[in-house]
């Protein structure tokens, strides 16, 4: 995919580009499987908001960016991107190939928004500024916050309602992880593994940084994290924005080449995902040293909790008795990108006190989506209302996830809901277990 464009294009290069998405779109036999497992299809019944609508929309794109390209934009970021469509279509299409394929080629055309131009193209790629801008924003958060539940950890923010609408959002640190550590560099018996704890672990989530490090130390393997590491460049992707994406990879390049380690983990299920398959998806974009460090990192690149089990081989028994019910979700990215489930729940069920309740349809997008719920906020909270249902069908005092993404999410539907329900993702449980 090494012909997406990275700066608006010329019909001459439209064409090209177009002729390349076609040789993508003849494998769709139309079948409309897809239907059954497209979670904005379930909550829409809108033929166009399915994939097979879109791949119909994409079988005539040229014509219809002449006519409305702002429309075809809209229709193409009514979807989650959470590869449902993907992993269970029959014929084996390359749904997310054509889905960024064809977001890269509108963005190409139509150019990128200033907004995200100056997110994806200035901030994300300061880390100094970033960080900068998350601890201001704690210090001085606490006069625009309304608690809206303690056992949940949401607050409301009624002043900005205009920017983030009614959601129940958790309260920022004064402080991100990677600030608070810096350059970390320690060796150990069980090997060295890089940590890449994703914008949201650092800047939002920082205790779940904090248990991956406790339990890696916990387990002595050495970590190396570098102070500059950027974000993983997915929100810069999925905006179909190739050169923001490109500039944040090789800046992670260049951070990671600076240490030795035999992994790469994180305990976000999207930036896993993205090291792992959009960056080698993309890797004709990069120079031979460049391709070399993601072709490797395309093998060392883990789930924290898969490294666990498939590494370490921590023998994570079952235990008993427990008297708070804990349940799991499953990320999209987890689960249907990289194949991991039974790990997570492996860790849950070997946790003293707790006893272990599968929810129905696990495995069903939450509706976060990233910058879909952005966007399509209405749309996610329709999508994640399901997933609330379920979720306390089963009564847990702890809902258990793998994608900070997801608990963003799950903690906005359970806090809005008045469901006291705890939000945790598996790493802090099984760190508090240590």
């Not at 130390?217 to 992707?237: E, K, N, S, T, Y």
């Amino acid at each position: 995919m090494s012909e997406l464009p990275k700066s608006p294009v010329t019909l001459g290069e439209l064409a090209k580009l177009l002729m390349s998405l076609d040789d993508l779109l003849i494998t769709c036999m139309r079948c409309g499987f897809c239907q059954s497992v497209c979670p904005v299809y379930g909550a829409t019944f809108r033929e166009a908001d399915v994939t097979r609508g879109k791949i119909a929309l994409l079988d005539d794109l040229a014509h219809e960016l002449t006519l409305d390209a702002k429309n075809v934009d809209d229709r193409l970021n009514r979807c989650l991107l959470c590869g449902s469509c993907e992993t269970n279509c029959p014929s084996g299409v390359k749904i997310m190939d054509i889905f960024l394929k064809a977001r890269a080629i509108v963005t190409g055309y139509r150019g990128l928004g200033a907004i995200k131009k100056l997110v994806f193209r200035f901030v994300l790629p300061r880390p100094r500024l970033f960080n900068f801008m998350i601890g201001i924003s704690g210090v001085f958060q606490t006069p625009f916050l309304r608690r809206a539940s303690e056992k949940v950890g949401t607050s409301r923010a009624p002043i900005l309602t205009p920017f983030l609408g009614n959601r129940h959002i958790p309260s920022l640190p004064s402080q991100t992880f990677s600030s608070s550590h810096g350059k970390i560099d320690e060796l150990g018996p069980n090997g060295r593994v890089a940590l890449f704890p994703g914008c949201v672990p650092d800047k939002i989530f920082n205790k779940m940084s904090e248990a991956c490090l406790k339990i890696l130390r916990h387990h002595q393997v050495g970590v190396f994290m570098p102070p500059d590491l950027v974000c993983c460049g997915i929100p810069a992707l999925a905006s179909g924005d190739i050169k923001g994406f490109d500039q944040l990879v090789v800046q992670n390049l260049a951070s990671l080449i600076k240490g030795k380690f035999n992994y790469l983990v994180t305990p976000c299920a999207t930036c896993a995902s993205n090291i792992k398959e959009n960056w080698y998806r993309f890797i004709d974009h990069f120079n031979p040293g460049e391709r070399a460090q993601i072709q490797d990192l395309h093998t060392k690149t883990m789930d924290i909790t898969a490294f666990l089990v498939r590494v370490l081989k921590v023998d994570f028994k079952p235990a008993s008795g427990g008297t708070q019910t804990v349940t799991y979700h499953d990320s999209c990215h987890l689960k249907k990108g990289l194949g991991i489930g039974a790990e997570p729940r492996m860790i849950l069920k070997s946790l003293l006190g707790y006893n272990y309740r599968e929810m129905p349809d696990a495995d069903r997008c939450c509706g976060n989506g990233g910058s879909f719920n952005l966007y399509h906020y209405g749309l996610s909270k329709d999508i994640g209302q399901v997933k609330r249902d379920n979720i306390v069908s089963v009564s847990p005092k702890v809902v258990a996830t793998g994608c900070p993404a997801c608990v963003l999410q799950l903690m906005d539907l359970l806090s809005q809901n008045r469901d006291e329900i705890e939000v945790r993702h598996v790493v802090e449980l099984y760190a508090d277990s240590l």
